[in-house]
Nanobody, 113 residues
């Protein structure tokens, strides 16, 4: 079992920056996908950024994803934020042995003046 806890959300003005952090605990040795998703009310969750166990990354737009393996944390650096970035941001992890996926509880990011 893997437990994920996000932090760092809040209210930020357009053009501002914010860093979200995800702390992982439990049996994380088999995790091979770490990712951030976001969801606005009424929409499906969409992938924002992903980092594999090989450190290969996929990032959408103005965001940067990173992992600190020594601390078991994953960060999402968000720059030049826009009102359309307003959403609940979720930390996600997945493994194949055995097949399992995990979600954090989410953290709200609101971009507004």
């Amino acid at each position: 079992q893997v437990h994920l806890v996000e932090s760092g959300g809040g209210l930020v003005q357009p053009g501002g920056s914010l860093t979200l952090s995800c702390a992982a605990s439990g049996s994380i040795s088999e995790i091979f996908i770490w990712a951030w998703y976001r969801q606005t009310r009424g929409d499906e969750r969409e992938l924002v950024a992903r980092i594999l166990s090989t450190d290969s990354t996929t990032v959408k737009g103005r965001f940067t994803i990173s992992r600190d393996k020594s601390k078991n944390t994953m960060d999402l650096q968000m720059n030049n934020l826009k009102p359309e970035d307003t959403a609940v941001y979720y930390c996600y992890a997945a493994q194949v042995r055995p097949i399992a996926s995990y979600w954090g509880q989410g953290t709200q990011v609101t971009v507004s003046s």
